[in-house]
């Protein structure tokens, strides 16, 4: 019978995807939730080790936060496409499907 012709979801989107199938958007979503839950633990976990649970332990954790996040949330959004790439190569080479 006749098929219709298949057309990508993101055609006439506002935010295609690039090379790597994540649009600049979709990164910068993904490097910030990411980065704002691992920052929190991290930051929770080590300012408890460093400082114990002092009267002040929430708001020394907080200054630790709003220093470490805005860092990791750039690292992320820089480093991600060169995971996916990399990710891709290690599956590759083992036999997995990339």
Avoid at 70 to 93: E, S
Wanted: hydrophobic share 50%; aromatic share 8%.
């Amino acid at each position: 019978m006749f098929r219709r012709e298949q057309t990508p979801q993101w055609r006439g989107a506002v935010n295609p995807p690039t090379e790597n199938g994540m649009s600049a958007k979709e990164r910068l979503i993904l490097a910030s939730t990411m980065s704002s839950v691992m920052v929190a633990m991290v930051t929770l976990v080590a300012t408890w080790l460093n400082l114990g649970l002092r009267h002040d332990f929430v708001l020394q954790w907080a200054k630790s936060y709003v220093v470490a996040w805005p860092i990791a949330a750039l690292t992320g959004f820089i480093v991600l496409p060169v995971a996916r790439r990399l990710t891709t190569r290690i599956l590759t080479l083992i036999g997995g499907v990339a």
